[in-house]
Structure formats: C-alpha cells, structure tokens
C-alpha cells in the first residue's frame, strides 16, 4: 500500500520537481503540474497521455481510473494510493514527469 508520504518522497526525487498548494490539493510540478496529491491524501492525479490513461484504466482498473471531465479526456487519471505498491506509484509518477519535463513552460 502506497502512501501520502511515499508519493511526496518519490515525486520530489524525479529531476526538477517541485511542491506546491494547488487549489485543494498538493502538485508536483516541474515546467507544468504532473501530479497532484488529494486533500485527504488517499488519491493522486496523474497527467499520462490519453493511450497510456487507456492502457492503465484496463490494465489495473483497481488502481486507475479516469477524471469524468475535461481533463480526463486529456490524459488526467486517478490513482488510488491504498490500492497501489510503491513500484505502481513509482512507475506513474516517472511517466507522468516525463511528459512534464520535456513539456516547454507556458509563458503567461
């Protein structure tokens, strides 16, 4: 079972990754948000593409599931902390900073 604490401590030891308040909840960052961890710390977001948010859905559908919005259609998926291993963690959080870090900056 996966935890608050090991998302922070794994998402913060990817290249770059900063935290920080993000409406309810807690992001990581690094050139744009690529996770965001719940107020309640039992769920994370996670931005994938929309093939790999596919592919993750069917795979482990106890595990990931997409947003039922807008943002779900662009990749945005659910992870369930409890239900996930520190390896199930690990790995989405390195493909999801991977799409981030090659990412340009929006400029505002």
Excluded at 50 to 55: I, K, N, R, T, V
Excluded at 80 to 93: E, I, K, R, Y
Aim: charged share 20%; with cysteine.
């Amino acid at each position: 079972m996966a935890t608050q604490s090991d998302l922070r401590r794994l998402a913060l030891a990817l290249a770059g990754t900063v935290e920080a308040p993000h409406v309810d909840r807690r992001a990581f960052k690094v050139n744009r948000i690529y996770a965001t961890l719940a107020a309640d710390g039992d769920s994370a977001n996670l931005k994938f593409t929309p093939d790999e948010q596919a592919l993750k859905c069917m795979v482990a559908p106890d595990l990931f599931a997409a947003l039922d919005n807008a943002w779900g259609r662009q990749g945005w998926t659910t992870l369930t902390l409890a239900a996930a291993t520190q390896a199930d963690l690990a790995a989405a959080l390195a493909m999801a900073h991977a799409h981030a870090i090659t990412r340009p900056t929006r400029k505002r």
